[in-house]
């Protein structure tokens, strides 16, 4: 099993930053893909930056590219979001999310960046960013 707990939302002005967070815990192999998902009211859930852990290799939605970075601190077992250059756009409640790794020829990857290929999701966090 695996449990993941999201922090660090809140309210921000455009052109702000914030840094959120999740901590993770459980069986280490179902969480070699970590994500963040966002979901704004009316909307589907959408992928926003995904992440193979130990390899590093990461992935943006073109959305969030050059302004979000997302990163991870093993030791502390703890899946972060740097967001800079907040945009009222980018108001939603923001999902942390995991799954196993695939295997290929070049070696492991990581599913698509959509929640259906994801078993495991926090709480969220919300973050509502105003002009």
């Known amino acids: 099993q695996v449990h993941l707990m999201e ?3 809140g309210p921000v002005q455009a052109g702000g930053s914030l840094r959120l ?3 993770t815990s459980g069986d280490s192999d179902r ?5 963040w998902f966002r979901q704004a009211p009316g909307k589907g859930r959408e992928g926003v930056a995904r992440l193979l852990a130990g390899d ?3 992935y943006y939605d073109d959305s969030v590219k050059g302004r979000f970075t997302i990163s991870q601190d093993i030791a502390e077992n ?3 979001l740097q967001m ?12 942390c999310a995991a799954a ?19 078993d495991y999701w926090g709480q969220g966090t919300q973050v509502t960013v105003s002009s």
Request: net charge positive; charged share 25%.
């Open 7 to 9: 922090s660090g939302g």
């Open 21 to 23: 967070a999740c901590a």
């Open 31 to 35: 969480r070699k893909c970590m994500a």
């Open 56 to 58: 590093g290799e990461e």
């Open 78 to 80: 703890t899946l972060y």
């Open 84 to 95: 800079n250059s907040l945009k009222p756009e980018d108001t939603a409640k923001y999902y």
């Open 100 to 118: 196993p790794s695939r295997r290929g020829f070049a070696g492991p990857y990581c599913p698509m960046l959509s929640d259906q290929f994801f």
